[in-house]
Structure formats: structure tokens, C-alpha cells
């Protein structure tokens, strides 16, 4: 039967209701209007004591579905009963059309969820309530049961000011009869809607598209291929549909796309297969269901793909994450743990950059063969390894170590899902090698906690290291390039900001044609160091980023799909970092300290003209109030203090740690008083010899002087100033 006298209906609904000014919305449907993260859970064709555990646990039904009968078997989804889900609610079976409205009136709710079912004593109901109060309330609702497709149509043509929230076709006796829940389409429950019965699915996707609207219902029809639907009004939050799905895709494809399930329905084919249909709602951060949307853009169906930025700083936290834990083959990527591993035997002393390795050069296509053999040294096959992805240094590494220690040290320091199951290089006919996103992200953490003790910077060095990376045409590089560009940061701010950045990296690719690990497979792993800027501190902020794709259909999308996956969580960071220098007011002299007056009366001032920032090297530091014709010199400190009348001085000296002398600042105050000296911020006297001005160091500057006293000659100090370099 076809739906279109039912669908002019509705239109002419949407039409009319939009003729005034339709409020946005409040609970255009009570189980999906809500989007903060949260637990949940479904199970099909489960017992009635496994919908009960689940309840037990501190769970509400959202969606309910009647399996069977005989035996009584249920598919329901939940969500956690809590924080911004937390509820009033009730649900039953069995019930018969007059029960239900007598539950409702027994808890003063109303219907999200009516489902009917043939018993050996007629039609019954299943149904869920939750309470007509608060921003659910509603001043008219009710259900309708036994309509057949001409009394539904007529139904919404009669009922002008009143939706349906939930529709469920069913059978009665072999007739197609529709079931279906409602609420008046005013105030706290107003909302643009559609509804289409018995259609194709397409005939859903054209009007979803067409109206910019999101399904909050989906019905399959048993047998016939078609489905009944509702929808309301996308509200800008991401909603996803799927159906003719098996039980194994419906875990996977929920938490693929960042989502909750709202809708689960169990259903049977015109060829007898079990199938699936569900609706998804976001159940993640923007920055998590936005990455995973843009990845997917290009993916087939059965595609997997995931990503993961995590920071380092103080506790460290999963800003986002898809399939984190999910193990892939990394292809290349996975070469970070024999780098690792190398760089950690090199730490404690048990082999040397410099030792000598045979590596054997010899090739099939990508495939180590054992032939060819050269002599080099272990950095040279390490660094080729890394950066020119070399499957010959890499396999003379593996080969140096063995496969159980290289995964044993991974495993020590987190990585447990690290296995080498074949030869890098040698995979499309092989079981694959595995690793998730997390033990990556752990060994560089390892790596940041000291695992590798003085050779973190090789480490660092060895890997792709100091240039963008990304995937599919789509930069880091360009990403820098463009929120830089677009900031209020000065050039010498963006020169910083870039000379304080690092980055260390590796991909891996595979293109594999027929077998079992038919398909393309791309990742990247990524540490990322950034500067964040509070005030005129410079705090290094340290991140691990990282994405995959295994089973694509082409090259161009797995790597579209990566490189959109790094580039939007490197986008963040970036963001975020960039906005931090924009935002800080930065006073970086700070005069300072209990001096005491010179012969003139007066205490001698010391500041600085010219610019913090490192990279400018335009630094003066000066002195005025001073006594005229006298000499006077410059000197530097790591830190405060306070000596009082040092070496039989009149005045305090307020600077210490390892101190040092500008003599070239030494000269005469002439008859100003003044004296003046521009640093070379890459030559500042220490002690014993000079050192370079870093950002983030802080140095503290005091002007000595010779003086007169009432006891004769004397020295005396001006007041010190203390200086933060960016």
C-alpha cells in the first residue's frame, strides 16, 4: 500500500504550522533530545529476567520492542538512568488497550514507546512511560491502536493540532494495523513533524533530506522490505540511521560513529535472515563526533576506522577517541615500537647507535627476502627505518632484538596488544600485525616520563620529525599556516610560537588486492609539542595524535579519511594553543627589592626597553637616579635573594643563583646619571662562561655602582628587576 495520500497530509501539516512563528522544539522526543555523553546499552531478543538486570543495573528503557510471545522474548535500548537522563519512568507488558491508558492515569505520564503483539488471547501491549511533568509536559496526549493505513491518514488529517511521536505497524489476524502514541503539538511538545507508512526506505532518506529532518522512529515492516517512520527537525546535533544490518554491526557501527542507539529494531527479511535497523544519537565531545563524521564521509560501510588525540598534561586525558582500544594493522606506523625499543636498549647500555648490523637489502615488491647483505651502523638503519619507511633496516632491527623482546618491551611499558605476526612489508597474503591507538599513545607517554632515559631526544630525532604531517592531501602543515595567519599574534610571536613547536611522527600504508585482507590500509601516530601561553609564562604542552583506516575500498579514500582524521584533532590543539597567546597579557618587568637610597638621595631604578621575546635579541636594560660621573656595571642572576650591604656596600644586592658580570656594561654615568646596556641574549654571562637566553627563562638584572658616603667611598645598588623571556 502506498503512503501518498498520507504524506500530502502531512505536509499540508508542516505547511500550516509553519505559516506562524513555530518555537524551536523543547522535547521534540524525550529519548533522543538529549545528547550528553552517557552509558548505554541494547540487547535483542533477550529474556525477560536479562530487560529486568539490566533495569537493576540503574537503567531506563528508551525504545522496546516484543520479539515473541511464546516464548516471551524482548530487543529494547537503554540508557543510563542519571545526570541529564535521569528520569521518572515505567514500563509494562501484557497489557491490554484499556491497561494502558490506566497506567498512565495511575502515574499521571504519558507514552514514548507503545508496542503491540499477538498473544493466544489477542493483541497486547508493551509500553514505556515517562511522567507528563516538567519540559515533558504536555496538556493533551493519548495512543491510538487498530488503525488501518486509510483511518491513520485520516487520523493526522482530523487532528491538526496533535503529532505522533512513536507509530508501530503490526499484525492482527494477517491485517496491517498501526499502533501509535501522541502528544498536542503545543508549547513544551511543539515541533515541525512528519510521519511516512509502509515506503521504501529511500522514499524516508528523499523526504529526511528534503526537510532537513531527523527520524526519531523507524519501524521495519516483517517480510515486505519497507518501514513506517517519524521525524522532526534536525536540531544541529549528528543523528545516523542504519537497517538490513546483523547483530555484529550494530555494537560496531554505534560506536564507529560516536553514538547511542535510540531505536533498535529486530526484524525479518522476505528471505527469512534476521536483521537489524536503529537510529543513532550522538553520545560524544563535538570535537569526537565531528572527526569521526568527516573520516567516515568517505568510507564504505565496512570500512573501520578510528582515532585518538590524548594530552599529557598533569593526569593524562583522551581529549577524543573512536576505537581507540579497537586493534588494527598499523602497517608502517607499527615501526615506532622497534624504534622504541632500539632507543630503550641504546638507554641502558646495551647497544650503541654505533654498533655495526647486517642488514639485508634484498626485496620482492615491499618484502624483505633475507638476501643482499651490507653492513651499517644502527642509527643509519634506524633513521631510514623512520623516515624513508625502509622494510629492509626495519626487518635488520627486528631481526637485532627478536620478535618477543621488541613485544615484551612494549608491553612493559603499556602497549599490550603490540604483536608482530609478519614481516613488514609481506602483509596481504599474512596474519596481521596488531596494535591499538592507546598503547601508541602509552609508549610515547612512556617516552615523556623518561622510559628512555638521555635518548628522548633521539627518539625524537630519528622519527619523521620537525616538518608537518598528515595524509591524503590534507597538512598539518596548512593547518598551522592557516589559524596562524588568521590570529592578531605579531610575526615575532608566530616565530616564536613555531620555534617552540615539535613534532615526530610516523605513517604506515598497505594496499592489498583478493585474500582475506583485501583492501586499503593507512595510519599515522604523531607526538606533538605546543606552546601555551599564560600571561608571559610559556607552558610546552605535549600530545599524542593519531588515526587509521583498515579495509577501504581506494587508496584516495583511506587516505582522505586519515588526513582528515589528523588534521581536524591537530586543528584543535592548534586552536586552542594559538588562542592561549592571544589571550595573554603579558608584563614581563617586574622591578623589584629592599635597596636603599644613593648619595643623591634618591634609589636608583633599573628597567628594561625593548622586547621579550627571544628571537627579537633587542634587549636594553638601564639605570637612572644614579650619582653623576661615577662608574657602574650590569649584572645577572637565576633567581632572587637579598644580601645586605655585600662586601661593605651602602646598598643590598636582591639577585643570586649563579651570577654573572656584563663587562661591557662597565662605563661612566656622566652628568645624566644614566647608564645603559643593550644584552646579547645569546651570549649572557654565568659564573664560569656564557649561556643563551631560552623562552621561558626568567633572569634578574641589578645596576652596582661606585658611591660616597659620610665614611668616604663607598658602592651602593640600584633597585633590581626581574625579566620573563618568550
Keep these: ?332 606506523l607499527m615501526k615506532t615500537v622497534h624504534l622504541f625499543t632500539a632507543a630503550r636498549q641504546v638507554a641502558l647500555g646495551l647497544d ?97 616520563d623518561g622510559a628512555l632515559l638521555t635518548e628522548r631526544d633521539d627518539f625524537y630525532d630519528i622519527m619523521q620529525s620537525g616538518t608537518g604531517f598528515g595524509m591524503g592531501g590534507l597538512s598539518t602543515t596548512a593547518v598551522l599556516n592557516d589559524e596562524l595567519s588568521a590570529s592578531t599574534l605579531t610575526a615575532t610571536q608566530e616565530a616564536t610560537f613555531r620555534s617552540l613547536m615539535l613534532l615526530a611522527h610516523k605513517g604506515g600504508s598497505y594496499t592489498c588486492f583478493g585474500g582475506a585482507n583485501d583492501g586499503e590500509y593507512r595510519s599515522r601516530g604523531a607526538y606533538v609539542r605546543l606552546p601555551f601561553r599564560s600571561g608571559c609564562e610559556v607552558e610546552l604542552r605535549e600530545f599524542f595524535i593519531g588515526a587509521w583506516v583498515n579495509e577501504a575500498d581506494t587508496e584516495a579514500n583511506a587516505e582522505t579519511a586519515v588526513g582528515e582524521g589528523i588534521t581536524r584533532l591537530y586543528r584543535h590543539v592548534v586552536q586552542d594553543a594559538v588562542e592561549s597567546w592571544e589571550d595573554a597579557v603579558c608584563s614581563p618587568w617586574v622591578a623589584y627589592g629592599n635597596v636603599t637610597p644613593n648619595s643623591t638621595g634618591n634609589i636608583a631604578t633599573c628597567w628594561a626597553f625593548g622586547s621579550p621575546y627571544v628571537l627579537d635579541n633587542d634587549l636594553e636594560i638601564n639605570s637612572r637616579l644614579l650619582p653623576q660621573n661615577t662608574f657602574g656595571m650590569l649584572l645577572v642572576g637565576t633567581q632572587s635573594d637579598f644580601f645586605p650591604n655585600p662586601g661593605g656596600s651602602a646598598g643590598n644586592l636582591c639577585i643570586g643563583g649563579a651570577i654573572g658580570r656584563f663587562l661591557g656594561s662597565l662605563g661612566s654615568t656622566g652628568t645624566t646619571g644614566t647608564l645603559q646596556y643593550q644584552l646579547d641574549l645569546e651570549a649572557i654571562p654565568g659564573p664560569t662562561s656564557t649561556y643563551p637566553v631560552k623562552s621561558g627563562d626568567r633572569l634578574y638584572f641589578q645596576w652596582w655602582h661606585r658611591d660616597t658616603g659620610p665614611g668616604g667611598p663607598t658602592s651602593n645598588f640600584s633597585r633590581a628587576l626581574e625579566a620573563t623571556f618568550i
Design 1 to 332: 500500500m502506498l503512503c501518498q495520500p498520507l504524506l500530502r497530509a502531512v505536509r499540508l501539516l508542516f505547511l500550516l504550522a509553519a505559516g506562524a512563528a513555530v518555537a524551536a522544539p523543547t522535547s521534540a522526543d524525550p529519548q533522543t533530545d538529549v545528547v550528553t555523553p552517557t552509558a548505554w546499552y541494547w540487547n535483542a531478543n533477550a529474556t525477560l529476567q536479562t530487560i529486568q538486570d539490566r533495569i537493576a543495573q540503574g537503567n531506563r528503557i528508551v525504545d522496546i520492542e516484543v520479539e515473541s510471545a511464546s516464548p516471551l522474548r524482548f530487543s529494547a535500548a537503554f540508557v543510563r538512568n542519571q545526570g541529564d537522563y535521569a528520569k521518572a519512568w515505567w514500563w509494562y507488558y501484557g497489557q491490554t488497550f484499556a491497561d494502558v491508558q490506566a497506567k498512565m492515569n495511575l502515574h499521571g505520564a504519558r507514552l514514548i514507546d507503545i508496542e503491540p503483539y499477538e498473544t493466544a488471547n489477542g493483541i497486547r501491549y508493551a509500553i514505556v512511560l515517562i511522567p507528563n511533568a516538567g519540559s515533558d509536559f504536555t496538556t493533551e496526549h493519548g495512543y491510538q491502536a487498530g488503525f488501518s493505513f486509510t483511518q491513520l491518514s485520516n487520523w493526522i488529517g482530523n487532528n491538526g493540532s496533535r503529532r505522533i511521536i512513536d507509530v508501530q505497524p503490526y499484525r492482527d489476524g494477517g491485517n496491517l494495523r498501526y499502533a501509535f502514541a501522541w502528544v498536542r503539538n503545543a508549547g513544551n511538545t511543539q515541533s515541525d513533524w512528519w510521519i511516512l507508512a509502509n515506503v521504501e526506505f529511500d522514499t524516508i532518506r528523499d523526504l529526511l533530506d528534503d526537510e532537513n529532518a531527523r527520524l526519531i522512529d523507524l519501524e521495519p515492516h516483517d517480510d515486505t522490505g519497507r518501514f513506517s517512520a517519524v521525524m522532526v527537525p534536525r536540531d544541529g546535533n549528528a543523528s545516523l540511521r542504519f537497517y538490513n544490518m546483523q547483530s555484529s554491526d550494530v555494537d560496531f557501527l554505534a560506536q564507529q560513529y560516536a553514538s547511542r542507539i535510540t531505536d533498535l529494531e529486530r526484524y525479518r527479511t522476505s528471505g527469512g535472515s534476521i536483521r537489524y535497523a536503529m537510529l543513532l544519537r550522538r553520545n560524544d565531545n563535538d570535537l569526537a563526533v565531528s572527526t569521526t563524521l568527516a573520516m567516515r564521509s568517505t568510507l564504505p560501510f565496512d570500512a573501520s576506522s578510528g582515532f585518538l588525540l590524548r594530552e599529557y598534561q598533569g593526569a593524562t586525558s583522551t581529549v577524543a577517541g573512536v576505537f581507540e582500544d579497537r586493534i588494527f594493522e598499523p602497517a608502517s
Design 352 to 448: 650503541f647507535w654505533s654498533s655495526s648490523i647486517t642488514e639485508n637489502t634484498g626485496l620482492s615488491g615491499s618484502c624483505p627476502t633475507g638476501a643482499g647483505p651490507v653492513g651499517r651502523r644502527l642509527r643509519e638503519s634506524a633513521v631510514d627505518m623512520m623516515n624513508s619507511s625502509s622494510n629492509t633496516a626495519t626487518e635488520a632491527i627486528r631481526a637485532r632484538y627478536g620478535t618477543p623482546l621488541i613485544e615484551g618491551v612494549a608491553n612493559l611499558f603499556g602497549a599490550e596488544n603490540v604483536e608482530l605476526n609478519h614481516t613488514i612489508g609481506c602483509f596481504c597474503s599474512s596474519a596481521r600485525n596488531e596494535i591499538t591507538l592507546r598503547d601508541l599513545a602509552d609508549l610515547h607517554e612512556a617516552v615523556i
